[in-house]
């Protein structure tokens, strides 16, 4: 019975929505209106590759369903610099019963990326506690960093117009299931708050668990 507990402990584990932390500063980023635009990679290794242009896409779709119009990079007045990135997982510890060990002290500091993203300091924390048994019972499972980068310049001077990244822990490293989720947390409210953090839940990856 305690092993079902157990198990089913992982199960809801790998089941948890992650939360994507949301950061975004702006400075005269120009209205929509009339404006063009162009998704290129941060890193120039990605440029031209085929898992790229399908997130650039999503990218792309979202500028433009905000009113700013596709152009080539060539004659795109705003260029969206756009990177994104898991790192190879750290296995955690959890712990059901009666003892108070079961919570976690918060951890920090991850790195992850394609393009040396880099590293930087965010807590998360976690805690379990399971009043049903006297012994405490163990399991483990790995979890990840991801995140994606976005920056926009004008093109004509250069000028940084917008800076934003969205970055999540979750039990997946799947790209193709955290990419799409972190750039649709990343355009939620676009282009938010200049200098604030927004917490957004992200649904759970419904082929793995």
Request: charged share 20%; aromatic share 14%; net charge neutral.
């Amino acid at each position: 019975m305690a092993a079902a507990v157990v198990l089913l402990s992982a199960l809801a584990a790998c089941a948890s929505p992650f939360r994507a932390d949301v950061s975004r500063f702006q400075s005269q980023l120009p209205p929509p209106q009339g404006q063009t635009f162009a998704v290129v990679a941060e890193d120039p290794a990605m440029a031209g590759g085929i898992e790229f242009g399908q997130y650039a896409s999503l990218v792309t779709n979202q500028m433009a369903s905000l009113g700013y119009t596709p152009a080539s990079p060539e004659t795109a007045q705003l260029l969206v610099r756009f990177d994104y990135g898991v790192d190879n997982g750290r296995e955690r510890i959890r712990s059901t019963g009666f003892a108070r060990t079961p919570f976690w002290d918060p951890w920090y500091g991850y790195g992850y990326g394609r393009a040396g993203f880099y590293g930087r300091r965010g807590p998360w924390a976690y805690g379990w506690y399971d009043p049903f048994f006297d012994a405490p019972q163990v399991t483990s499972y790995t979890v990840y960093t991801s995140g994606v980068g976005l920056k926009i310049d004008r093109k004509a001077d250069g000028q940084r117009l917008f800076e934003g990244q969205a970055e999540a822990v979750s039990t997946s490293d799947r790209l193709p299931y955290l990419v799409p989720n972190l750039v649709e947390a990343m355009f939620t409210n676009f282009p938010g708050n200049s200098g604030e953090t927004v917490r957004i839940t992200v649904a759970p990856e419904k082929t793995r668990g």
